[in-house]
């Protein structure tokens, strides 16, 4: 294990170890209250573990493996007993795995049970990535007072509902985390990877999706059959939804997230919401995908959360700290979004034109998307590889791809907040998609993604104004570079392909090819709003 606890320190940057030498007791019995029995590991330093801050990971995909070596090993060995514990129904765990609607009760448990604990100590640090980290909003309002502080990262308090949208539904992100945690722990689960990829991007293609699970898995899967049978409105997710929870926890948070992660909006929502609640609060965001390696969250575990472990003072930053793209450096700011940044309209124009004049009179731009062949999700946000920021070429030459891109840049426009679109639209279909993407073309014509969004029309066969959310960003378009918008009716897989009959998505066999119209007029003003940098700006 020292060879490996090394090469982890390595790719990961990680100070040296105050030890290598640990213990680990494997499969420690927690009850719950309806008699199900968890199971946890305790891993602790060999000599002087009891009572040093205990570390509370609860997790869907474990106990050993990559998360033991990527993420307890490095705290156990830094500071910290780690307990990791198996949730309901996964390796182990007694109960059924029901997907986000079961963390509250069975996390404040087992909070319960663990400060019971002769080793637990005084200080309790909840801490994980993902599911990991939405767990600790789940109990985030009625914490013991052992606990000291949260550590989410990659991750919000309403785990599922931004995919589930009646307005945009993701797919490939739901199915695809449903489906691997349906395999996960099938024998060589690991290797087979990359082949449980490829049959699952192919599941996806399913009419009606409703039989993709059994295309993908060979039988039916409940969770599965939830996302696609229960919006992100409707009451069955209440469980899962933990939003109201944000401003009531009792503890500092310091949240990490990334740029290109499947949950940066509800992340910054729920800092948001900290922040103007006054409650003590920082947020790390990188140039990140949700897969992607970074140390940072490694440095708020041994940084914020010992020191308040400790009763101490973390060091000195200031609230928020941004990697700037395309600037490609760490800045540090006040609040999200920062002040200083003024909404500015950057109209599309005839001729694939854009500029922040009001357009001329012209006739609308034209294409047809065939959700038989639907427009393909390039980059941007997603789990798979290949996620992040791409080149947008072969995107772009596509007959189902606008483009509106400005002349070249005579000054850095710096954008920092949140980016929208109003899109003046029509389609021949009542039931059509708009897909928006900002892109930075560089001196060399290379076009990469910056953000992008999706919304679903329903009264898609008049002239619609569709208003379209792209993620979060901060970047710097440099002088020399041009900005760029695309705009099509799809990304898939990353969300379900519309197939234009107004049908269920679940049940949906038909698909329409449609004829679609943006319009860029006086009358019709199609735009991107980008928060760009004010003169008067505070430095």
Same mark, same amino acid.
């Given at each position: 294990?020292?060879?490996?606890?090394?090469?982890?320190?390595?790719?990961?940057?990680?100070?040296?170890?105050?030890?290598?030498?640990?213990?680990?007791?494997?499969?420690?019995?927690?009850?719950?209250?309806?008699?199900?029995?968890?199971?946890?590991?305790?891993?602790?330093?060999?000599?002087?573990?009891?009572?040093?801050?205990?570390?509370?990971?609860?997790?869907?995909?474990?106990?050993?493996?990559?998360?033991?070596?990527?993420?307890?090993?490095?705290?156990?060995?830094?500071?910290?007993?780690?307990?990791?514990?198996?949730?309901?129904?996964?390796?182990?765990?007694?109960?059924?795995?029901?997907?986000?609607?079961?963390?509250?009760?069975?996390?404040?448990?087992?909070?319960?049970?663990?400060?019971?604990?002769? /080793?637990?100590?005084?200080?309790?640090?909840?801490?994980?990535?993902?599911?990991?980290?939405?767990?600790?909003?789940?109990?985030?309002?009625?914490?013991?007072?052992?606990?000291?502080?949260?550590?989410?990262?990659?991750?919000?308090?309403?785990?599922?509902?931004?995919?589930?949208?009646?307005?945009?539904?993701?797919?490939?992100?739901?199915?695809?985390?449903?489906?691997?945690?349906?395999?996960?722990?099938?024998?060589?689960?690991?290797?087979?990877?990359?082949?449980?990829?490829?049959?699952?991007?192919?599941?996806?293609?399913?009419?009606?999706?409703?039989?993709?699970?059994?295309?993908?898995?060979?039988?039916?899967?409940?969770?599965?059959?939830?996302?696609?049978?229960?919006?992100?409105?409707?009451?069955?997710?209440?469980?899962?939804?933990?939003?109201?929870?944000?401003?009531?926890?009792?503890?500092?948070?310091?949240?990490?997230?990334?740029?290109?992660?499947?949950?940066?909006?509800?992340?910054?929502?729920?800092?948001?919401?900290?922040?103007?609640?006054?409650?003590?609060?920082?947020?790390?965001?990188?140039?990140?995908?949700?897969?992607?390696?970074?140390?940072?969250?490694?440095?708020?575990?041994?940084?914020?959360?010992?020191?308040?472990?400790?009763?101490?003072?973390?060091?000195?930053?200031?609230?928020?700290?941004?990697?700037?793209?395309?600037?490609?450096?760490?800045?540090?700011?006040?609040? /999200?979004?920062?002040?200083?940044?003024?909404?500015?309209?950057?109209?599309?124009?005839?001729?694939?034109?854009?500029?922040?004049?009001?357009?001329?009179?012209?006739?609308?731009?034209?294409?047809?998307?065939?959700?038989?062949?639907?427009?393909?999700?390039?980059?941007?946000?997603?789990?798979?590889?290949?996620?992040?920021?791409?080149?947008?070429?072969?995107?772009?030459?596509?007959?189902?791809?606008?483009?509106?891109?400005?002349?070249?840049?005579?000054?850095?426009?710096?954008?920092?907040?949140?980016?929208?679109?109003?899109?003046?639209?029509?389609?021949?279909?009542?039931?059509?998609?708009?897909?928006?993407?900002?892109?930075?073309?560089?001196?060399?014509?290379?076009?990469?993604?910056?953000?992008?969004?999706?919304?679903?029309?329903?009264?898609?066969?008049?002239?619609?104004?569709?208003?379209?959310?792209?993620?979060?960003?901060?970047?710097?378009?440099?002088?020399?570079?041009?900005?760029?918008?695309?705009?099509?009716?799809?990304?898939?897989?990353?969300?379900?392909?519309?197939?234009?009959?107004?049908?269920?998505?679940?049940?949906?066999?038909?698909?329409?090819?449609?004829?679609?119209?943006?319009?860029?007029?006086?009358?019709?003003?199609?735009?991107?709003?980008?928060?760009?940098?004010?003169?008067?700006?505070?430095?």
């Amino acid at each position: 294990m020292s060879l490996a606890s090394r090469l982890v320190e390595r790719v990961l940057r990680l100070p040296p170890p105050i030890t290598r030498d640990l213990v680990v007791e494997r499969d420690l019995k927690v009850p719950m209250p309806d008699g199900t029995v968890l199971l946890a590991d305790r891993w602790a330093p060999r000599t002087g573990g009891k009572g040093l801050p205990t570390a509370l990971m609860r997790s869907p995909y474990g106990r050993r493996g990559v998360l033991a070596l990527g993420s307890v090993r490095p705290l156990a060995e830094r500071g910290y007993q780690v307990l990791v514990q198996s949730v309901r129904g996964g390796f182990g765990s007694g109960g059924t795995f029901d997907p986000m609607r079961q963390e509250r009760a069975d996390g404040l448990a087992t909070l319960d049970w663990l400060v019971a604990q002769p /080793w637990c100590g005084e200080s309790v640090v909840l801490f994980g990535t993902s599911y990991l980290g939405y767990v600790q909003w789940a109990v985030a309002d009625s914490l013991p007072p052992q606990v000291k502080a949260m550590i989410p990262h990659m991750t919000e308090s309403a785990l599922t509902l931004e995919f589930l949208r009646k307005d945009g539904m993701s797919l490939q992100t739901p199915f695809g985390w449903g489906y691997m945690v349906a395999k996960q722990e099938r024998p060589f689960a690991m290797v087979r990877q990359p082949l449980e990829l490829k049959k699952l991007r192919s599941a996806l293609d399913t009419l009606p999706l409703a039989d993709a699970d059994v295309a993908a898995l060979g039988h039916r899967s409940d969770y599965l059959q939830a996302i696609l049978s229960h919006d992100a409105d409707d009451p069955y997710w209440a469980a899962a939804d933990h939003r109201d929870r944000v401003t009531a926890t009792t503890v500092p948070v310091s949240s990490v997230g990334g740029w290109y992660d499947i949950f940066l909006p509800g992340q910054l929502r729920d800092f948001r919401a900290l922040q103007e609640a006054g409650l003590p609060a920082r947020l790390t965001v990188g140039p990140w995908t949700h897969t992607s390696p970074d140390n940072t969250v490694f440095t708020e575990a041994l940084g914020f959360g010992l020191a308040h472990a400790r009763g101490e003072e973390p060091p000195e930053r200031a609230p928020v700290r941004l990697f700037v793209t395309g600037e490609e450096r760490w800045r540090d700011f006040e609040s /999200w979004p920062p002040k200083g940044y003024e909404p500015r309209r950057f109209h599309l124009q005839p001729g694939g034109a854009l500029a922040t004049a009001t357009p001329e009179p012209s006739a609308p731009d034209t294409y047809r998307y065939d959700p038989g062949d639907p427009t393909p999700a390039v980059g941007g946000v997603a789990m798979p590889p290949g996620a992040g920021r791409v080149d947008n070429t072969g995107l772009e030459a596509r007959a189902d791809v606008l483009t509106y891109t400005t002349p070249v840049l005579e000054a850095d426009v710096e954008v920092i907040g949140e980016v929208h679109a109003e899109i003046h639209f029509r389609s021949s279909l009542r039931h059509a998609d708009v897909f928006v993407r900002l892109c930075d073309v560089d001196s060399k014509g290379r076009s990469t993604n910056v953000c992008d969004g999706l919304t679903s029309l329903t009264r898609a066969d008049e002239v619609t104004l569709a208003s379209v959310r792209l993620w979060p960003t901060a970047h710097r378009f440099e002088r020399g570079h041009r900005i760029r918008v695309q705009v099509s009716s799809g990304a898939f897989p990353r969300y379900a392909r519309n197939p234009g009959t107004g049908e269920p998505l679940a049940t949906a066999v038909e698909l329409r090819v449609a004829d679609q119209e943006v319009r860029h007029d006086p009358e019709h003003p199609s735009a991107l709003i980008l928060p760009v940098e004010a003169a008067d700006r505070p430095a």
